[in-house]
């Protein structure tokens, strides 16, 4: 059974460094685990779904990336905050190409980070206790396989049921089956492609459906566009699971009030 506490799993060779902030965790009751391998890591995500998970780059120097993938996998995903020796800010794109809660370097400032996991831990808290437009069906349309696998993930672990399509031209077929509340859809698809399905859905909708759009080449020009064909957000890929998240229930809640944009 896994604990109701929020929990914290640290992943480093030595946690030495971090005792002032596993001390600053335990005093606000926040379960604190350790383990000192990638493998230990993974082992432990998996038996304990923690909340987030602070990775010591040290860990694992070569594949880093690849670990951080493997506990996005996990069933219920981790918050992920990396601690880096590298004295130069690794800057805000660097962060969500790795898709993290937050980049810290070392010397760790203990301070500065327990308040990212306690802002996230209580925002955590909130959309537990305001289950608001759960349920909601959202449509999700990405050639991608494995990202569309992972965004199923994230929505349904929030509680959101979810309907994947592979293509757009499988998307626009499944709308009056489908009907659902949001969708988000990638924009470069072979075939159809997601500007083209994003004006299909505003039509077919007379736009009560929000549409995000997905991008991993973001420009002024595909913004403009976007915007103009109907969709209400863009994203950048890959997008960190609390973004994705954040936007829908933003978008949900403003379509339920009836302050969408059409």
């Not at 600053?24 to 987030?52: F, H, M, N, W, Y």
């Not at 995903?77 to 660097?94: F, K, N, R, Y």
């Not at 396989?145 to 994230?154: A, E, G, K, P, V």
Request: glycine letters at 6%.
């Amino acid at each position: 059974m896994i604990d109701s506490a929020p929990t914290v799993l640290f992943a480093a060779r030595d946690s030495e460094d971090m005792k002032p902030l596993t001390a600053l965790l335990e005093q606000r009751g926040i379960r604190v685990l350790l383990a000192t391998s990638t493998r230990e890591a993974l082992a432990r995500a998996k038996e304990a779904s923690p909340d987030i998970v602070v990775v010591d780059g040290d860990l694992e120097p070569i594949g880093t990336s690849s670990f951080l993938d493997a506990l996005r996998s996990c069933s219920l995903p981790p918050g992920i905050i990396l601690i880096s020796g590298d004295l130069t800010d690794p800057g805000d794109e660097v962060d969500r190409s790795l898709g993290l809660l937050h980049h810290a370097v070392k010397p760790v400032d203990a301070c500065r980070v327990f308040d990212v996991i306690s802002s996230e831990l209580n925002r955590k808290s909130r959309s537990a206790e305001a289950p608001k437009n759960r349920h909601a069906l959202i449509l999700c349309v990405d050639d991608d396989s494995l990202y569309l696998s992972s965004l199923s993930r994230t929505l349904t672990r929030h509680g959101y049921r979810v309907f994947l399509c592979t293509s757009a031209a499988r998307a626009l077929a499944s709308l009056p089956d489908v009907r659902p509340d949001l969708a988000i859809v990638d924009i470069m698809m072979p075939g159809t492609d997601g500007l083209s399905l994003t004006e299909s859905i505003r039509t077919w909708s007379n736009g009560r459906i929000p549409v995000v759009l997905l991008t991993a080449l973001a420009s002024d020009e595909a913004y403009h566009e976007g915007y103009a064909r109907g969709a209400q957000r863009f994203l950048s890929k890959p997008c960190p699971p609390d973004v994705v998240l954040r936007e829908v229930d933003s978008l949900l809640e403003a379509s339920a009030s009836g302050g969408a944009a059409g």
